[in-house]
């Protein structure tokens, strides 16, 4: 019996991709930078399955080129690149891989923030650039993290794992979500507000809110106007979540301290943006799920949802489950 015909537009960790070669013809993508558009159109005719990353634009041009895809697999949690809706209107259904990176994620956002905090990155480059002849008692003064006000935006998994990370520096943690959570406020220790009053009171800002059109530029010119001029940002959402020129301008203008962004708009980051001649702003290159363990179980879940597809199984983690009420 035929293997089913699939491609995997990047190299992911052996845990999942040896899965995938084992069981399927699999054409797997090798470059360090993904496959451009064309070759991803061409690629993908005649192919039972597809396995995809973030950075890959997967609409209505590309299922039907593709012509009968039985599975789509994300290897990331979010799925903004790919055209749900079209998905379910052919049938077919897509995978991603949540909840196995929370706290893997959470503790980069706090690691961000921390540094953010404490200059840490400037405090290194200083050291490097030879300019450290003394201590000092004025050198690289930072934001205290332990006491402060932490403003949530977004209390999804990974919201929830930041407060309970900011309770052990013993931070008053407010939140803000279109759901509200009642449920978790007494036992977690936490306080719902509304957005603009989490704004002004916090002392760090984070960001773990879903992109789409109501998340687009949420923090933008206006919403760093209300921040407090020592607050600092912390992003490791979706880059386009807060607007780039704002903030640029905010930072630039003493309008808050600083910013910590492990996702940027576009992505990767123009090299002439004025974030990146910015001291006081720390820009990682989207590492926040970036561990060893973590990236090997997402690259299992994205294999384990890529082969139920193509064996006409439900996929474990299905982004799009009304696709079977279809069926």
Not at 290 to 312: D, F, K, Q
Request: net charge negative.
């Amino acid at each position: 019996m035929a293997k089913p015909k699939v491609y995997v537009t990047r190299l992911i960790p052996e845990e999942g991709l040896n899965m995938i070669l084992e069981a399927c013809e699999a054409e797997v993508w090798e470059g360090e930078l993904p496959p451009p558009r064309e070759v991803l159109l061409e690629k993908v005719k005649g192919k039972d399955g597809l396995l995809c990353l973030l950075t890959d634009r997967v609409d209505v041009e590309l299922m039907d080129t593709a012509g009968a895809l039985k599975v789509i697999s994300n290897y990331a949690v979010g799925y903004d690149n790919i055209d749900v809706k079209a998905a379910t209107e052919r049938g077919i259904p897509v995978g991603n891989t949540p909840g196995v990176l929370t706290d893997t994620t959470a503790d980069f956002a706090f690691a961000l923030l921390m540094a953010v905090a404490r200059r840490v990155v400037e405090g290194s480059d200083y050291v490097r650039a030879g300019k450290w002849k003394t201590w000092g008692p004025r050198l690289l003064l930072g934001q205290d993290v332990h006491g402060a006000t932490l403003g949530i935006v977004g209390f999804g998994r990974i919201g929830q794992a930041m407060a309970r990370r900011a309770k052990g520096f013993n931070m008053k943690v407010l939140y803000y979500d279109i759901h509200r959570r009642e449920d978790l406020e007494q036992s977690m220790g936490v306080q719902y507000t509304d957005m603009d009053t989490l704004l002004r009171e916090s002392d760090f800002v984070t960001i773990h809110t879903n992109l789409n059109e109501s998340t687009y530029h949420l923090i933008d010119q206006e919403a760093l106007a209300k921040m407090k001029p020592t607050a600092i940002l912390i992003n490791t959402a979706r880059g386009p979540i807060v607007d780039t020129e704002a903030l640029a301008e905010a930072l630039e203008q003493g309008k808050i301290r600083a910013a910590g962004l492990d996702v940027t708009d576009p992505e990767p980051i123009n090299r002439d943006n004025p974030l990146l001649k910015l001291p006081n702003c720390v820009i990682t290159p989207h590492i926040a799920s970036a561990s060893v363990a973590t990236r090997g179980l997402m690259a299992r879940m994205a294999a384990e949802n890529l082969l139920a597809g193509l064996r006409g199984e439900r996929l474990p983690n299905c982004v799009n489950p009304e696709v079977y009420e279809r069926k």
